[in-house]
């Protein structure tokens, strides 16, 4: 291949996606041209947006059959034709990078535990995956990454950001932060280690007590299959309890399935969620007769919730089921599917767009809670976490009819 063909990768400790987990196999390619001849094939067919980033589709097609010879040949092409369509959430894996993503939806991941993404051409921290050395380490949602192990980051994708930051366990890291807010930025360097998901837990962040009529769920990621069933045992093991909280904050998304199955678990009728294809075609998913609870409850949000985050929320406060608590959103509304290929690498294409239940597309504006509470520096600092607070003081005024859902 030309040096002009430029390797990207993806790290899947850094991940931030709603996945239509439904593995779409497509593994009839023998050779590594037709490989790649395959990927095309999929994105002319699946990409949501027809123009594939107003450009001329076809030209990729045979653009480099004379110059694959090889599978890593392949991987290669593959990344350069997927970076023309400018779009972060659609990537190519290769077999390793395949194996990640799998493994982090079956519970573990490898890296520093966090998740980033492109926030007007920055790179940026979309949140810090709970108890794991970027957490300790002290970086928070919305930190912008200036540099990586001395190197900027100024036109990286995050394809080679995340490249640059993964590295095997018990190595280390080094970036450079610009926090909003601090003027100087600040060097962290992050010991890499295996990272073990815990999407659900009752452990509050904070040592703030939840006073006993309460019961706090705090949901850090909807990647792992046994997320919406660990929820579900929470809500049925507490029926004296009076109210719920749900904590989604710096909670960056994961399957489409799970938040439709906890959405699901509140509602009592009405619409979840709405997708859009390629073609115009929209389709509603609706509430069943899945309905755990009809207990008062308050969604906790920031700026780290993002994508399926986004659609529970937005379930939630089209259907006026629940207060949300905090502050915007992170504001991603699309869906991937995973696509497996020839030699286990695979490919994430974006194929919907997603619609809350008022059809409000919030994609890159996020969802505004009901009652915006900011947290300030000195507050996280001192572990002060007038979110929750103000997310207790609701559900107490749910549960005694003096907070009245807008209408």
């Known amino acids: 291949m030309k040096n002009s063909i430029k390797k990207s990768a ?24 037709e490989m790649y001849d395959n990927v095309w094939r999929l994105i002319n067919t699946k990409y949501v947006d027809q123009t594939n980033n107003e450009q001329n589709w076809a030209k990729w097609r045979h653009k480099y059959d004379k110059m694959i010879q090889t599978d890593e040949d392949a991987y290669v092409a593959i990344d350069t034709m997927v970076a023309s369509l400018n779009d972060p959430y659609t990537k190519f894996l290769n077999p390793k990078e395949f194996l990640e993503e799998t493994s982090s939806i079956k519970g573990s991941l490898k890296g520093i535990g966090i998740q980033i993404g492109m926030k007007d051409g920055k790179l940026m921290v979309i949140a810090p995956i709970e108890d794991t050395p970027a957490e300790k380490a002290g970086l928070l949602a919305d930190d912008e990454i200036l540099a990586i192990n001395g190197k900027s980051t100024k036109g990286i994708t995050v394809d080679k ?75 049925l093991n507490n029926p004296d309890k009076k109210s719920f909280i749900l904590d989604l904050r710096s909670n960056p998304g994961g399957l489409l399935s799970n938040a439709i199955y906890i959405s699901d678990m509140f509602l009592n009728g009405g619409d979840i969620v709405a997708t859009v294809d390629r073609d115009g075609y929209k389709e509603t998913q609706k509430a069943s007769n899945a309905l755990l609870t009809t207990k008062p409850l308050v969604v906790l949000l920031n700026k780290g919730s993002a994508s399926a985050s986004e659609i529970f929320s937005g379930a939630m406060k089209d259907n006026k089921r629940a207060v949300l608590v905090g502050t915007q959103s992170f504001g991603k509304g699309l869906v991937q599917e995973i696509n497996k290929l020839p030699n ?12 809350t239940p008022n059809g409000t597309d919030i994609h890159k504006k996020g969802i505004t809670p009901d009652v915006v509470v900011e947290l300030t520096d000195e507050q996280i600092k001192n572990k002060d976490d007038a979110q929750l607070k103000k997310a207790i003081e609701i559900a107490h005024e749910l549960q005694t009819g003096s907070y009245v859902v807008s209408k």
Do not use: H
């Open 344 to 355: 286990n690498s695979g490919i994430n294409i974006t194929i919907q767009k997603y619609l």
């Open 10 to 33: 993806v790290f899947f400790g850094l991940f931030v996606a709603t996945f239509s987990w439904a593995i779409s196999s497509n593994v009839q390619a023998a050779t590594p041209v």
């Open 161 to 235: 950001a995340a490249d640059q930051i993964r590295g095997e366990e018990g190595t280390q890291v080094t970036l450079l932060i610009k926090r909003k807010g601090v003027e100087e930025p600040k060097s962290y360097t992050i010991t890499r280690a295996e990272i073990e998901i815990k999407s659900v837990t009752q452990k509050v962040p904070t040592d703030m007590k939840i006073p006993d009529d309460i019961c706090y769920i705090r949901l850090s990621s909807f990647i792992s299959r046994n997320a919406s069933k660990e929820v579900r045992e929470i809500i």
